[in-house]
């Protein structure tokens, strides 16, 4: 079974760095594309940027480039998304995607990680 | 950058009805790279259609899509009870937008 699983839901405070991970399995990782997809709370889906785990190629959002790090590690089969110093408008639900090449659609959808900011 | 417009932005019907939900882009948008998920509350959004009018695994036929260059469909032929839930389309290529959604509730 294609199956993308998130880490844990977080607590940071602003100014924290924070890394949140997607795990690939049941599919050969290095063969798709992996997005990330920002949800509000109670809002729509934002897309963020992708990566091709292959060699670490990466598009942004320009809404995102510059306040986000996507990166992937092949061997291990997980890609990141990280912040160097969070804010409370980064509390969202934060949802990764698997997709066959640049362009095409998402699926399937890791099951979100909650991340909260609060002082 | 496309813009996707959803409408309506709440849809209220009764299950067995048919439900009609429609993305406008600001641009045309080749058919070939138009989405539609389903996202219920608490889980992550499903892949219902892609391409316009394809199916994706596993996803029953009362749904259908439909549409090209600026104006998209999806339609539910009979709504069932676990069909109620909040619609995305997407616009996916060398960058990717959703659309606004438009939630169906029951009557």
């Known amino acids: 079974e294609v199956q993308l699983v998130q880490s844990g839901a977080e607590v940071k405070k602003p100014g924290e760095s924070l890394r949140i991970s997607c795990k690939g399995s049941?599919?050969?990782?290095?063969?798709?594309?992996i997005s990330w997809v920002r949800q509000m709370p109670g809002k729509g889906l934002e897309w963020m940027g992708r990566?091709?785990?292959?060699?670490?190629?990466?598009n942004y959002s320009p809404s995102f480039q510059g306040h986000v790090t996507i990166s992937a590690d092949k061997s291990i089969s997980t890609a990141y998304l990280q912040w160097t110093s969070l804010k409370a408008s980064d509390t969202a639900m934060y949802y990764c995607?698997?997709?066959?090449?640049?362009?095409?659609?998402?699926?399937?959808w890791g099951q979100g990680t909650l991340v909260t900011v609060s002082s | 950058e496309i813009v996707l417009t959803q409408s309506p932005g709440t849809l209220s019907l009764s299950p067995g009805e048919r439900a009609t939900l429609s993305c406008r882009a600001s641009?045309?948008?080749?058919?070939?790279?138009l989405a539609w998920y389903q996202q219920k509350p608490g889980q992550a959004p499903r892949l219902l259609i892609y391409?316009?009018?394809s199916r994706a695994t596993g996803i029953p036929d009362r749904f259908s899509g439909s549409g090209s260059g600026t104006d998209f469909t999806l339609t539910i032929s009979r709504l069932e009870p676990e069909d109620f839930a909040v619609y995305y389309c997407?616009?996916?290529?060398?960058?990717?937008?959703f659309g606004p959604g438009t939630k169906v509730d029951i009557k």
């Open positions: 641009q045309s948008v080749s058919s070939t790279y």
């Open positions: 997407q616009r996916y290529g060398s960058s990717v937008t």
């Open positions: 391409g316009a009018s």
């Open positions: 995607a698997r997709h066959w090449d640049r362009a095409t659609w998402f699926d399937p």
């Open positions: 990566i091709d785990p292959t060699d670490s190629y990466t």
């Open positions: 049941g599919y050969s990782f290095t063969r798709y594309w």
